[in-house]
């Protein structure tokens, strides 16, 4: 899956145009589910209003080839159950919802915090523990309960890069719960503990190289898939060589498909950012 930028107009406002136009070219690069106006899709510059016409865009694009999963999550729980509620008429196809960033909830916080959002619609719910951006980190045990009690959470994106608590959640989840990757660089690790998959950003320009990887190792031809990772990893490392997404969405502007610049307060790369980046995508022949 990939966790789509957010194009923006040389005014700074949205782009739906060419929100359509990546949606359909990721899906026809590899991709088999959508995350819109998550991490990397600038989602705390992204006012609720941009957000219901960027569903409404890629959803009407997509036109039901694949999911597209919403990221309807904030730091007030109030806020989330009324906004999860708008987003569930649009016609996705499920919701991610993230840890509370900056007011920094203990566990059983959390716990009533994502209970609430999922009790509200009926679209599945996909937690997101992120704890570098948000200070808290959902421990295994807390997202067990969840996946335990509450009927329509079925997965959760981790981006802990915690494998001992990762394997934990694996451990103990119900059948069907998925375990995903919130982290390019993890992925490979995490599916040999049993995780299914990926939220990725370097989708973005090495979709069908990050799905063959995939799909390499849940088939059982383990040698494919770590010559492919270890192929990415540059890429992996260099897309995080500053704030996401400001070098993926760089990255796609040096590919061929640029989508505009980020929001402040993210401001564009270096030049030496860039530069590196152009050494990378060359040397990994993208």
């Given amino acids: 899956m990939t966790a789509m ?19 359909l070219r990721l899906l026809d690069g590899g991709s088999e589910a959508i995350i819109v106006c998550g991490t990397t899709g600038e989602s705390p510059t992204v006012p609720y209003d941009q957000k219901m016409k960027l569903f409404d865009a890629v ?69 997101y523990n992120i704890p570098g951006r948000c200070i808290v980190n959902m421990e295994a045990d807390t997202t067990l309960r969840l996946a335990r009690d ?6 959760v994106k981790e981006a802990s890069s915690n494998l001992a608590q990762i394997a934990a959640i694996i451990d103990g989840s119900p059948e069907g719960f998925e375990v995903l990757s919130g982290s390019d660089e993890d992925t490979l690790p995490m599916m040999g503990l049993g995780a299914t998959g990926v939220i990725s950003v370097a989708s973005h320009v090495a979709g069908r190289r990050l799905a063959e990887m995939v799909h390499a190792q849940a088939e059982g031809d383990h040698t494919r898939a770590l010559k492919l990772h270890l192929e990415m990893l540059p890429l992996f490392k260099a897309l995080f060589m500053t704030s996401n997404p400001i070098m993926v969405k760089e990255a796609l502007a040096q590919t061929g498909f640029p989508v505009g610049t980020v929001r402040l307060p993210l401001v564009p790369p270096t030049e030496t950012q860039s530069a590196e980046l152009a050494r990378v995508l060359a040397h990994i022949g993208l």
């Fill in 150 to 155: 509450v009927e329509n959470i079925v997965a």
């Fill in 5 to 23: 930028v957010t194009p923006f107009g040389d005014d700074g406002g949205l782009d739906l145009t060419r929100a359509r136009e990546l949606a």
């Fill in 59 to 127: 959803v009407e694009a997509v036109g039901g080839r694949a999911p597209v999963i919403a990221n309807a999550g904030d730091n007030s729980t109030s806020d989330s159950v009324d906004f999860a509620k708008r987003v569930a008429k649009t016609g996705v196809d499920a919701i991610m919802t993230v840890v509370p960033y900056y007011n920094k909830p203990p566990q059983e916080g959390l716990y009533r915090h994502f209970r609430a959002i999922a009790e509200s619609i009926e679209l599945p719910v996909v937690l």
